[in-house]
Structure formats: structure tokens, C-alpha cells
């Protein structure tokens, strides 16, 4: 935190080292993998890929055809992307490195069994008075309310700043809301485990998707049944606790009032703050003896400061959670024909899915058994006030505790976060300009295994340059901080590996050429003898 930010504030810097990171990275994976056995396969297949096959599969993907490899060529083509893997392995911020995101995703899904939350977090760096300092040249912590052009530049200037603050945010978040490596529980119960993803945003910030699994929670179709239980107080107990968590509603009255009650206290209050942009304000002290209490001092502290919180909280839903179908800017009559809101699909419905249903009071669906909890608002996600007072942004808090449907939409979430960043026809795309570029070194007399390696190793840094990382994320990975945080650590199995040495004894060394050989170790550990 030095005052002297002349690295931070490059706006080239971040990028250009980020990038030459990644091509040192990937050379080393493709020296790495041209030393291995199986490269001799994998050059192989490279060296016979037909072009005018990728560039027809090219065709019919970029016009919305859903393309299945039949014919042998075609197969070749779509296997090039797996051969990839083994080079972009070893890349930050590569397709690869979502691939294996979504291995340990399904591998902490198949150990802890459904997740229970599903959370997303959009921490607002360009108005965070922490946010702004870590982006200032001043040594002096000072939360002083600035402009909206004085936020922009600072943040816009500094994406060291961006990324440092996501990273204590994400943190904190884990440390004390979720209770994760401390001596409480977390605030949606005790944490068993935890999973989330860092992507950046269309403006290139960072927001974070975690799935949350809890201890001892129940499976979707124990939960399903208990519910539908006439006879249990499942239910009951079940709706007290998701509504005691997260709500779809303002806490202090309807979108209008809320509204009408800034707008008057922002013209009538001169001392009013834009709660975005100033540091949450912590509780008084307890009672000391609330069984004899007739309205001490702290018991009048303490409720002011509830209604506090509720106005706070309920002023940054109005400003961070409000969902609005914005349209473009039409400058011509032709255009202002074809205008619609930007979030808006070719089916003509928000892809945002507003406006949510409403629901009076919590009720259960009788088909699949999920509870629809109580929601006042159609223009507003659901939200936990707890982590928008502490946090200060855009949060969106979604239960996957009860409903049969809970499955599919778990398999939709894993997908969604960790999604790779360009398209299959994109990525042939980038394949097939790296042929074109190498046409004279691949006629040429080098050894097929190291026009193979030039060529993997160039496809992985094309790739990862469409990618566009932004200043952000490319600082993010110069920090060393990561780009996706987890309570467990993931041990790969080389699964072929294994298995090729186990049928040693009964294979040919013919018939083990067609499993990858590599080999691996087994050991034996005596677990008693340990103790």
C-alpha cells in the first residue's frame, strides 16, 4: 500500500505482464508435454486435421446449428480441443482452468451432496470507501464522500485497487457471514463447504457466484417428503428459517415509500449519506440485564440502531437490487423500430426472468414439493439484509433446499459458473488462424513433434488472448490472489494411468499403447503404525 503507485496506475502494466504469464506458462506446458509418451498421439492427430472440415464446422455454428461430430474428420476436430487441455493445464485464467473448475464443482457436489445456497456478490469498487483508498496515493484513511467523476478515475486508474479490495471482501465474507476457520457459526447455518467462482463483469469488475453446502442439511427428496408430510412440523419450521435468512421484499414498506422516503430525507437531512458509499455502522452494546430492563439506555441504543438498519438496508436494495428493462438509445427512426431493453432475449422476455412471481404468503408447490417463499416485490431478487448492510452492493441470495427441480437447477448453476468464456465455433476459429499463420513452418523440415508443440502452444496463447481479460482479473492473478475460493483441496486421480498399470499383468505392451502411459505410484500407508 505504498504510496508510490506507479505500477499500479499503468493503465498497460497489469495487462502486458499478465499476458507474457500466460505465454511463459503455456511454453512450459507444451515442452512439458512434448517430453510425455502420449504426445506422439496427440502430434498425430494434430498433423492430419483437415481444414476445410473445421472451417465448415465453423459455418454451421456461427448459424445457430447444434453440430454433433459424425463422421471420423469431424471427431478429429472436436478432439483437438481436449488435446488443448493439456497445455492450457497450466494457464491462469484459461478455458482449461474453467474445465477443472467445474471437475472440482461436481467432485465437492458427489462428496457433500446438494448445495444448500446459492449466492452472488457484486462488491462495488468505484464506490467503497475502502475500495477508493487502496486506488488513492493518500497514506491517511479517510471515508470522505467523493464525486461520482473522483470514484470513476481513482477506480477507473487503478484495477490493482479493484482486485485487492474484492479479495478482502470475498474474504470477510467468508470469515464472518459464513463463519468458515472461525470460533462461530455462520449466519445461514454451520458451514460444511463452500464453492465460488470470480468472473468479471461487462464493465470488467469482479462479482463472485459461490454454491454453499451446510452441515447436516437434509437431501432435496428427504426435505420434498417432509414437507409433504400432513402430520410433521417440517414445514413450519422450515418456512421460519428461510424467511428468518433472506426475504424478496423491502422491510419498511412497499418500492414506492421507500422511494418517497429517501427522496425526502435526502432533501430535508443534511447529513444524509449515499449508504453505498460510507462503511456500515456497527451495533451498541447488549443489554447487560435484559430480564429486569425497563429501558435502559443501551435497549434505546440498540432499537435505533434497528431502525437504522432496516432504512439503511432497505435504501441499498432501492439503489443496487432494483431491476430495470432499460432500452437502447435509438438515434434513428429505423433503429427506434427495432429497439428493445437490452436485457431482453429473441423471445422478447427478460433474461433476468423479471418480473419474479408474487407470493402473499410462503406456501408449498404440491407437484414438486418446493416452498415458494413469501415475495412483495416483482422488480427485486431475493436478498439476506444481513450481507447488503455489510456488504453494500448488489447481492442475490437463492434457496435450493427444497424442490425436486433442485437437480437441474444445480447442474445449470455449475455450468453457468464456471462457463467457459468463447464459443466451440470460436475456438476452431482461433485453431484454424493458427494453421493459416504456420503454413510455411508446417511444409517446412522441422520434426512433427515440434511443429505439434508450436502449434498447441500458439492455439492456447490465441485463445487466451480472446479471452479479454480485463485490468482487474489480470491484476487479480498478479497478485497471487485466486479466482476461485473453496473450503477443500482437490487431489487429481490420473484415473487412465492407474488403470493402465493394473492390466499390465494381463495386457500386451501393444494393446497398453491405446491407454495414456504414464506412469504412477502406489503406496500403501499402514494407518495404525502411523499413530
Not at 447444434?66 to 491462469?92: A, M, N, S, W, Y
Not at 470522505?144 to 470514484?151: A, H, M, N, V
Not at 456500515?280 to 441504543?301: G, I, L, Q
Request: with cysteine; proline share 5%.
Amino acid at each position: 500500500m505504498y504510496h508510490d503507485k506507479r505500477f499500479q496506475m499503468d493503465s498497460h502494466f497489469p495487462l502486458i505482464a499478465f499476458n507474457h504469464e500466460q505465454i511463459k506458462q503455456s511454453t512450459t506446458g507444451g515442452y512439458l508435454l512434448a517430453e510425455k509418451p502420449k504426445f506422439d498421439n496427440i502430434s498425430k492427430r494434430l498433423m492430419d486435421v483437415d481444414i476445410e472440415v473445421l472451417s465448415d464446422l465453423i459455418k454451421r455454428m456461427e448459424n445457430g446449428e447444434r453440430v454433433k461430430p459424425e463422421t471420423d474428420e469431424e471427431k478429429l476436430c472436436f478432439q483437438l480441443i481436449k488435446d488443448l487441455d493439456h497445455v492450457g493445464g497450466h494457464v491462469k485464467g484459461s478455458l482449461t482452468s474453467k474445465k477443472y473448475m467445474r471437475n472440482e464443482l461436481w467432485s465437492l457436489i458427489s462428496f457433500c451432496g446438494a448445495p444448500s445456497w446459492f449466492i452472488t456478490f457484486s462488491p462495488a469498487d468505484n464506490m467503497h470507501p475502502i475500495s477508493l483508498y487502496f486506488a488513492d496515493t493518500k497514506e491517511t484513511f479517510s471515508p470522505e464522500l467523493k464525486t461520482y467523476q473522483e470514484r470513476y478515475n481513482l477506480i477507473a486508474h487503478n484495477p490493482v485497487a479493484g482486485a485487492r479490495f474484492f479479495d478482502m471482501m470475498s474474504k470477510m465474507f467468508i470469515k464472518h457471514v459464513l463463519g468458515f476457520g472461525n470460533n462461530h457459526p455462520g449466519f445461514y447455518g454451520n458451514t460444511e463447504a463452500f464453492y465460488g467462482t470470480v468472473e468479471q463483469q461487462g464493465r470488467l469488475t469482479l462479482h463472485m457466484h459461490m454454491l454453499l453446502w451446510l452441515k447436516g442439511s437434509l437431501s432435496p427428496q428427504e426435505i420434498r417428503d417432509r414437507i409433504m408430510d400432513p402430520t410433521s412440523d417440517f414445514q413450519k419450521s422450515m418456512v421460519e428459517y428461510l424467511e428468518s435468512v433472506h426475504q424478496g421484499e423491502f422491510m419498511t414498506g412497499s418500492i414506492d415509500e421507500v422511494k418517497q422516503r429517501v427522496e425526502t430525507e435526502q432533501a430535508q437531512n443534511d447529513d444524509y449519506a449515499d449508504p453505498t458509499q460510507t462503511l456500515p455502522e456497527a451495533p451498541p452494546p447488549m443489554c447487560t440485564d435484559p430480564k429486569t430492563c425497563k429501558n435502559c439506555s443501551n435497549c434505546k441504543d440498540l432499537k435505533s440502531w434497528w431502525t437504522r438498519f432496516r432504512n439503511t438496508v432497505d435504501d441499498l436494495v432501492h439503489r443496487s437490487n432494483v431491476h430495470s428493462c432499460t432500452r437502447n438509445k435509438s438515434t434513428t427512426e429505423k433503429a427506434a423500430k427495432k429497439d428493445k431493453p437490452t436485457c431482453f432475449n429473441k423471445q422478447g422476455k427478460c433474461k433476468a426472468r423479471f418480473p419474479r412471481p408474487l407470493f402473499e404468503q410462503t406456501e408449498v408447490d404440491p407437484k414438486t414439493g418446493a416452498l415458494n417463499v413469501k415475495k412483495g416485490e416483482p422488480w427485486i431478487n431475493f436478498f439476506t439484509p444481513l450481507v447488503t448492510f455489510l456488504l453494500r452492493c448488489n447481492t442475490d441470495i437463492t434457496s435450493l433446499l427444497s424442490g425436486t427441480a433442485v437437480k437441474a437447477i444445480v447442474a445449470y448453476i455449475s455450468d453457468y459458473v464456471t462457463k467457459p468464456g468463447l464459443k466451440t465455433y470460436a475456438i476452431f476459429d482461433a485453431i484454424r488462424q493458427v494453421f493459416n499463420r504456420n503454413s510455411e513452418m508446417l511444409g517446412g523440415n522441422l520434426k512433427r513433434k515440434e511443429k505439434s508443440r508450436k502449434i498447441l502452444t500458439q492455439t492456447v496463447n490465441s485463445l487466451t488472448a480472446k479471452i479479454e481479460v480485463g485490468g482487474p482479473m489480470a491484476a487479480l492473478y498478479l497478485l497471487g490472489n485466486p479466482d476461485h475460493y473453496t473450503s477443500h483441496k482437490f487431489v487429481p486421480v490420473y484415473w487412465k494411468s492407474y488403470v493402465r498399470e493394473s492390466l499390465k499383468p494381463w495386457r500386451s505392451e501393444e494393446d497398453l499403447e491405446n491407454i495414456l502411459p504414464e506412469k504412477v505410484v502406489v503406496q500403501k500407508l499402514d494407518i495404525l503404525d502411523s499413530h
